[in-house]
């Protein structure tokens, strides 16, 4: 712990820096900054408290949250990393939700935040070990539990350094509930597998019958959910293409504070833009959307022709494609999916899911799903029945969860 608390503030002069550049960047306003730098003040003792870091974690947080009130468990709180998070939480009409801010792992910081708070149960979804939260926790008397648990070994110089940091910090934790085998193997490098399970992927159980967003797109369109830098001008390239204005590109930039980077990488004199946030209108001659706004992307898969998942044509690493095939898309991927690897290879197992391993091979996936309606029903079928089977996923979840508290 003093190793790492060592390297954290050595490194702080550099966080901070960063920080205050994503705030101003974001305009995300003084208050968020001192937040993430010094914790909130406030006193909020809760029974169970939630972490998700991004908008996809928070999306889990909420449907368990929703869980937890439905059996009588309210005294919740919720923390997330970034405004996009609160903004996912803010269109949540179910009730007044208890948010936060978390701050940075830093040891005084986040033992008065803990302190503040004095859970009896700490879920965290998916990724997050800061050794300093966990370790204050444990101090506390609070029981930790990771759900949907997902891990990616690093693989840099210091990967030793920080396998010994991960291996002492997950001993705090009472409980580790993989999404898949993959993870449940890795974890086991790091903690005794009598505290591993491996109970699949908690966002299949995301579809909710009675959400039926409103269509925010006129035109017949096909979206590029969740891109990444370069990976925007990649599909752009392959899309005109087509040379045809029948369809429309939608782009759903991860990060959507990227406009501007995502601008200077596309000729704008070649190609007819339209941008969501400048509230531009949609003509017959636009050729590409860019929907950078923050709580549409349900909306956007819901009413797309087809969807192609980012962050797998450049090496991120892919990001989940489950919603999609929740609402029964014909979903395109690219060669970069390591990061759901059994999912990915379940679906293309099933003739649920087309990866495309070269973007030059997108203009022939993209006539072949326009040309062929039946060959698009039947990626569309599959990839519903698939993802249907494992709704009650959460069930399993609620289960374990229930028994720590």
């Not at 890795?186 to 299949?204: A, H, P, Q, T």
């Not at 819901?302 to 690493?317: H, P, R």
Request: aromatic fraction near 10%; charged fraction near 25%; proline fraction near 3%.
């Amino acid at each position: 712990m003093l190793r790492y608390n060592f390297i954290l503030y050595l490194l702080s002069p550099f966080i901070i820096l960063k920080l205050l550049y994503y705030t101003i960047k974001n305009n995300s306003g003084i208050s968020y900054l001192l937040k993430r730098l010094l914790g909130s003040n406030i006193k909020n003792n809760k029974s169970i408290w939630i972490h998700a870091s991004s908008v996809g974690e928070t999306k889990i947080a909420l449907e368990v949250l929703k869980k937890l009130y439905e059996l009588g468990h309210k005294d919740i709180l919720i923390t997330t990393s970034t405004p996009s998070s609160k903004q996912i939480i803010d269109t949540v009409s179910m009730c007044e939700i208890n948010h936060l801010y978390i701050p940075f792992d830093f040891y005084f910081t986040m033992k008065r935040f803990v302190r503040n708070i004095s859970p009896k149960l700490l879920i965290i979804i998916e990724t997050e070990i800061w050794p300093n939260l966990y370790n204050q926790c444990k101090k506390g008397g609070s029981k930790i539990i990771i759900i949907n648990a997902r891990l990616n070994p690093n693989r840099s110089i210091l990967q030793n350094i920080i396998k010994d940091i991960y291996t002492k910090t997950l001993q705090s934790v009472d409980g580790i509930y993989c999404k898949s085998k993959k993870d449940y193997e890795v974890f086991s490098e790091y903690v005794n597998k009598e505290k591993i399970k491996n109970l699949g992927n908690i966002k299949y159980s995301l579809l909710n019958e009675n959400n039926n967003p409103h269509r925010i797109i006129d035109r017949k369109y096909v979206l590029l959910a969740s891109s990444h830098h370069r990976e925007e001008i990649i599909i752009i390239k392959e899309w005109l293409k087509l040379k045809s204005n029948k369809y429309l590109l939608v782009v759903a930039p991860r990060h959507p504070e990227r406009l501007g980077d995502i601008l200077s990488d596309i000729p704008l004199s070649g190609i007819n833009i339209a941008i969501r946030s400048k509230n531009e209108t949609i003509r017959n001659s636009t050729q590409v959307y860019i929907a950078d706004t923050i709580g549409e992307m349900t909306s956007l898969i819901k009413y797309s022709e087809f969807t192609i998942f980012g962050g797998s044509f450049v090496d991120v690493g892919g990001h989940d494609f489950i919603e999609g095939a929740l609402h029964g898309k014909a979903i395109i991927v690219g060669p970069y999916m390591y990061n759901f690897i059994e999912e990915t290879e379940e679906f293309l197992t099933k003739n649920a899911i087309i990866m495309c391993k070269k973007p030059e091979m997108l203009k022939n996936i993209f006539d072949k799903l326009f040309r062929s309606k039946n060959k698009k029903e039947i990626f569309e079928t599959n990839a519903k029945q698939l993802a249907m089977s494992k709704t009650k996923i959460i069930d399993t979840y609620l289960e374990i969860i229930i028994k720590h508290i």
